[in-house]
């Protein structure tokens, strides 16, 4: 799989840049998680992303692997009022996908 997007967290509200996946496999890693909570949001809309729809939280490290049969985006981070003290580095990657600023 090669990277989509990459981002390093240490403050509330700051999330990956969006990508879009269409119809197919996907990796997230989630690395120095240890007293915040990441969020995974998807969104349905076409063209720039702005509606956005919690569809997965993370309070360890983590390893996934996931799948979605649309053409939809995705994108993690921490919402405000859920950082702690760390710095959180959070991958996509994939190989049927694009990334968007």
Do not use: C
């Not at 840049?17 to 996907?26: A, E, L, M, W």
């Not at 120095?32 to 702005?50: A, H, I, M, N, R």
């Not at 985006?73 to 003290?85: E, L, N, V």
């Amino acid at each position: 799989m090669s990277l989509l997007t990459e981002k390093t967290i240490s403050t509330q509200n700051t999330f990956t840049d969006p990508v879009k996946i269409q119809s197919s496999y996907f990796s997230l890693s989630i690395q120095g998680l240890t007293d915040s909570t990441v969020t995974v949001q998807k969104s349905y809309d076409t063209g720039t992303p702005t509606n956005w729809v919690d569809v997965d939280t993370f309070t360890i490290a983590s390893e996934e692997i996931g799948f979605d049969p649309e053409n939809v985006y995705y994108r993690a981070g921490i919402k405000t009022g859920h950082y702690g003290t760390d710095t959180v580095t959070i991958r996509f990657g994939g190989s049927d996908l694009s990334w968007m600023t």
